[in-house]
């Protein structure tokens, strides 16, 4: 210990001694540290933190899927349940769900809260026990007995942490609920839901409707594949019994913890990767002034053999140097990395109505990120350690008396080593930019794609109307709060037109119908024709701006009593009729027994509901007075800001019916800009470690440099002194710097194509080796190159051959 503390005493003095370069390495350091502490927190975070359920990695969710049909995944019937629940052997155990939205009242305004119907077992599945009271029983299922489960943050926010809660009611959709327990803060599954009831089948052998979402428990010991294979058996012997419905189906298992990470993997792999590129030019960028700065203590370190210190000593103290410099650039990079997660926090897309991102309020730096974070400082701190012993491998002793230090021959294995180092340096860089360049073309480009309609100066309104008060038997009644509400809308000042629909573009709400088409039959064998489900009052093209391309819009009209009448896009009638006129063709919509005539009457230009990035579907529009629906939107265009008009709205809405509550009320603009942020997030992230990456590597070949013109200053004295000018002098180093740039740059391209290749699935409109993007990064890394190399390469003109004779 005595030789340690020797050690980190020396250590400090000789970093007193050379704070520029202590100041380089510790920045450098910090740099990189802290761009990958910050970054490694949020995976671990949103990808790897335990989940608190047990034995997490055998649940998951188990979805029907047709790839005859293009559904990959969707929810399974009640008698695909009830046959999987006796006779599949791949699983302990599986529940089932499905969504149910309510309306609160008697609390202050009312309020659509998120609720599921659950199976008893649900619970035990996941494993997880009451903060207060307790679960459903068989029993309550079986008698549909009116209790419910609260979530933590809904007993919080909501009935404001009332600790007498247990066995108060609450009004939902004007019925009473007793609530008979609360889960734990840490229980969020599925994921925002406030409360949880019992449910039990009406009917279990109903093989045609589908909204029963499926959790279950993998039995110990087999494979995620090995169920999968064993429950498409299943399924394939339940759709031979029962082809009119099943034809064609079988399953597709998703992990739970695949589940909740949704839409956002694929980006934070990819940031991972590009901050993992930043570390290592960090670390490239450290190795080559260390062999700089060792090259300059060659003297010192073979004076220090001469007089007896081993191979092992001298290892040690090295080890001590790069360790100091390693914890203080670490110490510096958690505090970095500290500040970053405040700010990754407030740019996290929590909001995305149309993704499925897990929301995330807070980053912590926990145990985890700490021993992430401890690991890659100490990892640095030794790999540098050995560069300086390594580079005294190759020492004597008589070096010292042979001033051999003072002869550049015996820097030449050292120099090629550095330039090596800075070409790697470059190469890393250019994987970098270029990446962000790719990326920053595709957000542009998806900005730029037309969506098919305005939504500047367009304010929504959804709504959920609640069964007991707007049963489905009662179609006039949805439609009457429909007429109402908009008569209210209008009156508004400011207000240029309304309308309503079903599903509000980009909200993430959509819903299909299958279809035929009159007098063109399908074989039996053949699955029916698909589409997007959607309904309008008339105005509402006009009012969200769609272009119309033929034929009408809705009218008043078109009544429940009048020919139905519908709307197609162009994306079903280039599908579905070749492009041509659909004006006047028939659809057939309906059960089997009961098909109804749908006249086409218009062709819409296509709108992405589904933002920018995906393709629009075949959508089918009807009106709202021929098909009633209790999920609703209102939009109306404004005047002037819409956000000003979203009070009155409202007051309009609640002056129909004081007890419905607006679940999302929000100008589109801001709905649109959320579309966006997943892909602008992830491009000013990469775009900033591609500039701290540019930084690097112009830091690195200005210290290579900048040490070459050192080390030359006796060449370069003589050159001029036998003649050579000044520009002369300039262009020797200023071709070295380029060909360590070239160099760089001829595998780093390489390299970039490989990787670029690679997560092409995330790039939007432009290849993976878009010219434009390689040349640009390509050009922009020479420029700045050359730049760190023409500083040092100047000062060398300024050599006094004289001075340069006597050197040393």
Known sequence: MTGVLQDVRYALRQLRKSPGFATVVVITLALGIGAT??????VNTVLLAPLPYRDVDRLAMIWGSNPSKGDLQFPISSGDFTDWKQKNDAFEDIAASYDDEMTLTGTAEPKMVLGYAITPNYFRILDVPPKIGRTFTDQEAESRTKVA?????????????DPQILGKSITLDAKPFTIIGVMPPTFDYPPKTELWMPMAFDRPNDYEHRFVKVLGRRKAGLSLQAAQTRMDALERQIASQHPDTDAGNVTSISPLRKQLVGDIQTPLLVLSGAVGLVLLISCVNIASLLLARGAGRRG???VRLAIGATRIRLLQQFLCETLVLSFIGGAIGLALAVWCTRLLIAIFPNNVANLGIPKVEAIPINGPVLWFAFGTTLLTGLIFAVIPALQSGDLRASGALRGASRTMASHSSSSRVRRMLVSAEVALSLVLIMGAGLMLESFQRVHRENIGFQPEKLLALEVFLPPNQYPSEQPEKRTRFVTDVLERMRELPGVQSVAATN???????????DFSIEGQPLPKDQPPLQADNRLATPGYFSTIGASFLRGRDFSESDRPDSEKVAVVNSALARKYFGGSDPIGKVLEIGDPGHIEKWHIVGEIADLKAFGPEEAAHADIFRPLQQQAFPLLAFTLRTNGDPASLLKPAE????????????????PMSLLMGQAFTLRRISTILLGTFAALALLLAAVGLFGVMSYSVVQRTHEIGLRMALGARRGDVLGLLMRQGAWIVVLGEIVGLVAALVLMRAVSGFLYGVSASDPVAVIASAGLLIVVAMVASYVPARRAMKVDPMMALRYE
């Not at 599903?503 to 119908?513: A, D, K, N, S, V």
């Not at 007051?651 to 929000?666: E, R």
């Open 503 to 513: 599903f509000l573009p980009l909200t993430g709400f959509w819903g299909t119908t």
């Open 149 to 161: 489960v609260l979530s933590d943050q809904f007993w919080r926010t909501t009935l404001h942490a």
């Open 651 to 666: 007051q309009a809405l609640w002056s129909v019916d004081k007890d419905q509550p607006v679940f999302d009320a929000m």
């Open 300 to 302: 010192d370190v073979s």
């Open 37 to 42: 502490t910050a970054i490694f927190s949020v």
